[in-house]
């Protein structure tokens, strides 16, 4: 009874810190040209008010840990957010767009973020930078340490797309936006439905957003192209707004090749049907890391993420969602290590 009390006291402080810090998911106000497209939306619920998956997805399971002990939300929480098990350092090797090679490269900054130069052309996807915590309060779920080493300089001056791919707080980094939108030039952004509201909010032009649902395709220039999928999530920016904004995977046509951007999903059938329709995927970025049994309709495991590779038929698979942030129990390098040994025993 004393840890429950110790969990459910901790719990509330948390919140109280959360709600004091957090204003965006509240006081940002929908656009008004995108208010109809989500009431018009085939994934919105008029009767809920909330955006929803094709299958049907939990978002938490109750389950029991090693000790026998139901977990509950207060518990999980102060595990994670406010005593996690941490690694004293992760080693880090960091690139530099200086030395970057004249050709088709991808540069990781860790966790969800990592920017594609093709066709001399700079995508970035999901971007957080200098030790920007996956939080609305700064010094909960901050970076392991060594990993926040790259910076607004090693972001390009031209950024001719931006995507986002949910508005959770390790895909849509706030601080890290707004020095772009301050800092650098960039042409064209790409959002799921109820997400430009925090990219106007952060300084970006409204002209160049570009709000999306499942089944969309936006024209880039004559050698790219966005076509906009449905994952298995959810999102949700604050308290009171959960659903309220869209999530997406994205396939990127970069000339004759394909690529899968896939955003945070659990593994579900829309994998298959994104690799029948398309036929081949030449890469794919899949989230394997922060997975746990207690969600594990949202974020896939490793297992999973390598059959969502072959249901896309892709013939290069980029890990991501790992080795930055402590939102799961995993070790840190646990899934990286646990993807390559099932590969090995299955290649």
Sequence with gaps: MKKKAMY???????????????????LVRELPDTQDKIAHSPNFDRATGRFKNIEATTELFSIENGDKEKRSTARIMYELFLNPDKPKSVPVVSGSLKTAPDTDFVLWYGHS????HLGGKNILIDPLLDNEAASPVPFINTPFKGTGVFSLDDIPQTIDLLLITHDHYDHLGKKTLKKIAKNKSVRHIITPLGVGKYLKHYGFSQDIIHQTDWG?????????????HTARHFSGRGMFNKNKSLWASYVLHYGDKKIFIGGDSGYGKHFQQIGEQYGKMDWAFLENGQYDA????????????LSAALDLKTAVLFPVHNSKYKISYHAWDTPMKDLWAIHQKNP
């Excluded at 459910?8 to 509240?26: D, M, S």
């Excluded at 969309?216 to 906009?228: H, L, N, R, W, Y």
């Excluded at 594990?296 to 999973?304: D, G, L, V």
């Design 294 to 305: 207690g969600w594990r309709e949202i974020h896939a495991f490793p297992e999973q993420t």
């Design 8 to 26: 459910f006291l901790l719990c509330v402080l948390l919140i109280a810190l959360y709600l004091l810090c957090e204003t965006e998911g509240w």
């Design 113 to 116: 973020s990592y920017l594609l």
């Design 216 to 228: 969309d395709s936006t024209k880039i220039d004559d050698i790219f192209s966005v076509d906009t």
